[in-house]
C-alpha cells in the first residue's frame, strides 16, 4: 500500500513516522532520567543518631557513633571518637610531634569513604611516627561554623598548623546565611559591620527551616535575580531532565567573571573578614593557619560549565588575596583541574558528588609535599 502513494505522500508518511519515532525517543529519554533521579534521590540513608543539636555551633556530631551511610553511588561506614570527629587521634601530651588540624565540611569530613580511605587518614598513615592528624570536619559547616568550632574545641588539641579547607560550592554563600543553603538545621552567622564582625542567631534556635529561607537556592545565590529572569524557552525547557543533562554539557556558556565582581562583592567581604579573625585567633595561640581551596566535581570536569565558572572566580580572588591576608593558600582546586585534564580519573562520584576513594587519594598526593614544607 505504501508504494501505491505518491513520492510526495511517501515523503510526508517518512517525516512524520521519524517525526514520531523522535518525539516517543525524546519521551522514553525523559522518563528513564525522572525515574533515574528520583532513584537516586530516595537513596542516601543514614543510620540515625550522628547529627546532635548544638546551641553555639548549631549541630555537631555525636561521640562515639559508628554507623552505615548508602547511596546509589557508595555504600560505606562513618565512626567518631570519644570527642565527636572522625578518625583517631589523642589529646596534647600523648603523641609528641607535629599536630596537623584539618577544618572543614562533608568534603574534609570525607562522605562517600569509609574511615580508612579519608585523604587525613592516608596523611596520617605516610607520616604517623613523627606528626598527628586530626579531622576535625563536620558535615554542612561554612567558614563561620568552622571559626567557632576552632574558638571552642580545635584550640584544645594544641595544632601546630590547622589546614582550614573552603569548599568553593557553598561554604563563602552559607556565611551570611541563618540555614545554610542545601541543610535545614539553623546556624550561627556573622555580620560584618562597620564595628567589625558581629554574631547572629545566637543561641542557634532549634528551629527548621521555615518556607523563606527554603526559596533560596545555590542558583539565586549565585546568580541573584538573574536566575529568575531566564528566557520563556529556557524557563519552560529547564523542567525537562533531558534538557538539563544537554545544556550542561554542550550549552552556550558566556563569561560571567563580570557579573560575578558585584555579586560576590559582599561574600568575599565577610569571608576574608572571618579568615583575619581566625588568623588573629592563631596567633595568640601560636597556630599557623593555611586555607585549601577544595572544589566541586562541576569544577574539575566541567570547567567551561557556569558552576565552574562561579568557583574559578571565588578561587582565583582568594589566591589574589593571600598577601593581604597573611595566610598561605594551597591551591587544591587548580592543581585538581590540571591533573585531570592531562590524566583524567574518576575522583568524584558521579550522582553524589563526593570525592571518591581515588580522589580521597589524589588530594593526600598533592597535600604531603606541602604540609613537609
Known sequence: MFLHLSRKKQLLFAAAAAGFSLFFALFMAELLLNFQRSRIQKSSHF??????????????????????????????????????????????????????????DSFTFSY????????????????????AYMNFGVPGYSTDQEYLLIKQRVFFFLPDVIFLVVYLGNDLFDNALPFPLQAQHAKPYFELTSEGLVLRNTPV????????QAQKDLQHAVFGDRALNRGLPDRY????????????????????????????????????????????????????????????????????SLSAQFQDYLRQKIVENRDKMKVEVLDLAGHLRSRYG???GRWFYPNEGHLTSQGHRVVAEFLRPQISR
Open 47 to 104: 543510620d540515625p543518631g550522628m547529627v546532635l543539636y548544638d546551641e553555639i555551633l548549631g549541630w555537631k556530631m555525636a561521640p562515639g557513633w559508628q554507623g552505615g551511610h548508602r547511596h546509589y553511588d557508595f555504600q560505606v561506614t562513618y565512626s567518631t571518637n570519644p570527642y565527636g570527629f572522625r578518625g583517631v587521634f589523642n589529646p596534647p601530651g600523648i603523641a609528641a610531634g607535629k599536630r596537623y588540624a584539618f577544618v572543614g
Open 342 to 344: 592531562k590524566t583524567p
Open 205 to 212: 534556635p532549634r528551629e527548621t527551616k521555615p518556607a523563606s
Open 237 to 304: 525547557l529547564g523542567r525537562f531532565q533531558l534538557y538539563q543533562v544537554l545544556r550542561q554539557r554542550f550549552g552556550a556558556r558566556p563569561d560571567s567573571s563580570g557579573y560575578f565582581t558585584a555579586q560576590f562583592k559582599n561574600s568575599l567581604g565577610l569571608f576574608f573578614a572571618i579568615i583575619e579573625q581566625t588568623r588573629r585567633e592563631c596567633v595568640q595561640k601560636n597556630t599557623r593557619l593555611a586555607l585549601v581551596l577544595m572544589p566541586g566535581k562541576s569544577f574539575v570536569e566541567l570547567p567551561g
Open 112 to 131: 562517600g569513604v569509609n574511615d580508612h580511605e579519608t585523604f587525613i587518614y592516608q596523611l596520617g598513615a605516610w607520616d604517623k611516627k613523627t606528626a
